[in-house]
């Protein structure tokens, strides 16, 4: 018996045809094709997919190196193949649609006709019977019952139990599409994409198989820079190291996953660098500069406040006071905060809010002349401002700051990286978390100093 009646025996005819058009697949001849004019590194990735000599690849890659276009061209190359299937995970639905609509891009400029398509679920079928299918871990068990020839999941680092998902949802819809004859390799590939981070990541479990010898044959792994990507000025770089902390910007732009911060969340902070003695901070007010306010509001949980100055010229940010309370009214707490910051202002300061107190914000404002602008609250870039701020000597606290001070120092991660772990000392990290970040990320946001979302 021949190996091709051995195959037909064993597979599907869908996935005979497949894998027979596979081995025609040439994406060196695609690339001309679509317009696609990948840099050196990108060209490297497209080399060792078209050799095929593995089943799973990570690729921890720095911002902006073009890891998105890359995959996106390989995933609409795949697509080119009678009877493909591409399933891609992404934490969220809007983070797969950059990616989606890349495929799609390449799909149509091959010359391949969308003959389905659904939006809001993010799949189309080609005339090829070739499809695509995006699931996020709340969806994922839908992909149950589907087989698939090439799966991506995109910002890894950011999708938890990806290990687990992967291996118990979507592994079994790979077994279908069988092995590679001559490699012994399974025919469905897998690509892990994403961003360094701690090396407690569930990312990092992957890329270390890869140097595992139990999965060393079957598992790679790349790592490249943003300065691989020949078209990202230097400036660019130089700028962000100016603003980032060491870690943040090993993560973000050079790939390094690292174990200096595991689970604290304002690592760069250090309490003999950057509290102040109030007395010190007063001397350098002067009527040139602003005053800032953080609120986060609660009832039962505590409403908190904090005030800080921010010196003209050099944007140092120098926190003043602090403030909590619960179980208070509106206009109890406003009161105080107007007592607060008239002991170092009579002018008005500029105040941030939790962005979703939406009606809160409009009534203090009408109800007690409070005003209150809405602040920026995306989580772990608003804490990587403030590691910045202080790697770079940029943020400084008043020792009056008693427990804004404490609270920084105590507060570490849960696992998930977007919130922080309770302790019987603190139910609710109600200063340092999040009217912190509504005081220093919101002015950095609002007035440009080199910060933009990493």
Aim: aromatic residues 12%; glycine residues 6%.
């Amino acid at each position: 018996m021949n190996k091709d009646n051995t195959i037909e025996q064993l597979l599907p005819d869908d996935v005979i045809q497949y894998q027979k058009f596979k081995k025609r697949l040439n994406y060196n001849k695609i690339i001309p094709m679509v317009g696609f004019k990948p840099h050196s590194k990108q060209k490297e990735i497209i080399d060792v997919i078209q050799e095929g000599n593995f089943e799973v690849m990570s690729l921890t890659c720095g911002r902006r190196f073009g890891k998105t276009f890359v995959i996106s061209f390989i995933g609409g190359a795949e697509l080119a193949v009678p009877y493909a299937s591409v399933l891609l995970m992404t934490p969220t639905f809007s983070n797969a649609s950059v990616m989606y609509n890349e495929i799609e891009k390449y799909v149509k400029k091959i010359g391949i006709k969308i003959v389905k398509k659904d939006t809001k679920t993010l799949t189309f079928e080609t005339e090829l019977g070739s499809t695509i299918f995006v699931v996020t871990p709340k969806s994922v068990s839908n992909a149950l019952g589907r087989k698939f020839s090439l799966v991506v999941f995109d910002e890894s680092q950011d999708i938890p139990d990806i290990v687990g998902l992967w291996e118990n949802y979507i592994q079994p819809a790979q077994a279908d599409y069988g092995n590679d004859e001559e490699t012994g390799m399974a025919v469905s590939k897998t690509i892990f994409i994403g961003t360094a981070r701690d090396e407690e990541n569930e990312m990092y479990t992957i890329i270390k198989r890869s140097k595992q010898k139990k999965y060393k044959d079957k598992y790679i792994n790349f790592t490249y820079p943003t300065a691989a990507n020949p078209y990202i000025p230097k400036s660019f770089l130089e700028n962000k190291k100016r603003v980032l902390d060491p870690v943040t910007f090993g993560r973000e732009y050079e790939g390094k996953w690292s174990k200096s911060n595991k689970e604290v969340v304002y690592y760069s902070f250090d309490r003999n660098k950057h509290v102040l003695p109030h007395k010190e901070i007063i001397s350098k007010i002067n009527s040139n500069g602003t005053f800032i306010c953080g609120i986060d509001v609660g009832y039962r949980d505590n409403t908190a406040y904090l005030i800080a100055y921010v010196e003209p010229f050099t944007g140092i940010i120098y926190v003043l006071a602090e403030y909590k309370e619960s179980n208070q009214s509106s206009g109890y707490h406003i009161e105080q905060f107007k007592n607060i910051e008239s002991k170092f202002t009579h002018n008005e300061p500029i105040r941030y809010c939790d962005p979703s107190a939406a009606q809160l914000i409009e009534d203090w404002i009408v109800d007690y002349n409070f005003v209150v602008q809405a602040g920026y609250n995306a989580v772990n870039d608003g804490v990587k401002i403030i590691n910045g701020k202080f790697y770079h000597n940029k943020l400084f606290i008043s020792d009056n700051c008693e427990e804004l001070v404490d609270q920084i120092e105590e507060m570490r991660w849960k696992d998930d990286k977007n919130d922080v772990a309770r302790t019987k000392k603190y139910k609710h990290y109600d200063l340092a978390f999040a009217s912190f970040r509504y005081l220093i990320a919101s002015w950095e946001k609002a007035n440009s100093f080199e910060i933009t979302k990493v």
